[in-house]
């Protein structure tokens, strides 16, 4: 099973763009890439998923280089609400299991 | 979206007693449940996935005895967390998807956080 590492905390302030990034390093070719957002007693909220090279959406972008052994969750300019855990995962192939690694507590500052 | 309701979202109970927490799809049929356990400022650590139909697969080093999981329909699977002890105290979380395969997204429940006296 491709193991994750990310940062365990990061910092920022209101209105700053914020990357995390995450290794793959064992990632499987029918593997795919997948974020998730958690608050504090609440389950977590999906934010994005890709293959490879770039994938958007209204939260988020992630980036994927071309050998998939990493990847960027980009938050555009972040708020207080942004406060939270994000869990960069690996969709295990074609099971539908996701395994959580420690996650990225990020702390955002007025 | 999707959405996937667990009850209860907080139970306390003495220990010795059994506690069942379900899992709900609330608009769409989930052939596959995961359970996930999370203790404070942990990580969600996947117990078991439940299969419609058919027996749950547990992860290694889950106790099938403990954790009884049932998935009797295509939108409800059952943890029971038999004789609960302190330990046994944690946040259960569920999720369902969507998608086939390797894509598509997974939904979360809101969590159910069991406190055993």
Known sequence: LAKTTQPISMDSYEGQEVNITCSHNNIATNDYITWYQQFPSQGPRFIIQGYKTKVTNEVASLFIPADRK???L???RVSLSDTAVYYCLVLVGNTGKLIFGQGTTLQVKP | GAVVSQHPSWVICKSGTSVKIECRSLDFQATTM????QFPKQSLMLM??????????????VEKDKFLINHASLTLSTLTVTSAHPEDSSFYICSAGTGSGNT???FFGEGSRLTVL
């Open chain 2, 48 to 61: 078991a996935t439940s299969n419609e139909g058919s027996k749950a697969t547990y992860e290694q080093g």
């Open chain 2, 34 to 37: 995961f359970w996930y356990r």
């Open chain 1, 70 to 72: 990493s990847s960027t």
């Open chain 2, 104 to 106: 598509g997204e997974l």
């Open chain 1, 74 to 76: 980009s938050l555009p």
